[in-house]
């Protein structure tokens, strides 16, 4: 089974550039779900898609961020324009729906951004 | 407000011996608890999971303790080894009614080094 894909791996901007990342989640996983994470932090949800549909995006700076998840199933992640405090590794996860405990979220291997 | 810590950023192990991580909650509505291990230049993988109305829960070398009266639960990886050598995430759910897995709040995590 095919693990969550991430693109790009490395990203480096300069401030005030914008950036757009993507994400496949694993085939027939229904919740799709964006973490930022700063470094010596740990994750911390953006926001957490069901489908095609905004679960949660309270945590998301909606002045600067945006995602979609066109069809329910790959997704992208846009900041426009970055600042310096946006550099951080960039996480997708994702995982079956429903509320059983065994299903539990698979992780990218993440997208490092830079903001110089 | 750092609903979950990490208090410790570093623990050093001998080969075979015992590591315990722990971690610290504030939220008396996280329901279920979770640790994810982190690999560099790697996503976070699931590890072992608790709920709210246990205590123990026990996979193999891994162990994760609950103490709901002190809002502490701590990681058992007995006998360590190298290859446990990692950052390890604690995470926090509260559960969102319904079907809803709810949100993950995570730690700061722990760097882990198991020498030989």
């Known amino acids: 089974e095919a693990g969550v894909a991430q693109s790009p791996r490395y990203k480096i901007i300069e401030k005030r550039q914008s950036v757009a990342f993507w994400c496949n989640p694993i085939s027939g996983h229904a919740t799709l779900y964006w973490y930022q994470q700063i470094l010596g932090q740990g994750p911390k949800l953006l926001i957490q ?3 095609n549909g905004v679960v949660d995006d309270s945590q998301l700076p909606k002045d600067r961020f945006s995602a979609e998840r066109l069809k329910g199933v790959d997704s992208t992640l846009k900041i426009q324009p970055a600042k310096l405090e946006d550099s951080a590794v960039y996480l997708c996860a994702s995982r079956l729906a429903g509320r059983s405990s065994y299903n539990e979220q698979f992780f990218g291997p993440g997208t490092r951004l830079t903001v110089l | 407000d750092q ?3 990490q208090n410790s950023p570093s623990l050093s192990v ?3 011996r015992i590591s315990i991580l ?3 909650y504030t939220n008396s509505m996280f329901d279920y608890f979770l640790w994810y291990k982190k690999y560099p230049a790697e996503g976070p993988t ?3 999971s608790i709920s709210s109305i246990k205590d123990k829960n026990e996979d193999g070398r891994f162990t994760v303790f609950l103490n709901k009266s002190a809002k502490h639960l701590s990681l058992h990886i007995v006998p360590s080894q190298p290859g446990d050598s990692a950052v390890y995430f604690c995470a926090a759910r509260v559960y969102a009614g319904g079907t809803s897995y709810g949100k993950l709040t995570f730690g700061q995590g722990t760097i882990l080094t198991v020498h030989p």
């Open chain 1, 49 to 51: 898609f069901q489908n």
């Open chain 2, 3 to 5: 609903q979950v810590k």
């Open chain 2, 14 to 16: 001998q080969e075979g």
């Open chain 2, 22 to 24: 722990n971690c610290d």
């Open chain 2, 46 to 48: 699931f590890l072992i």
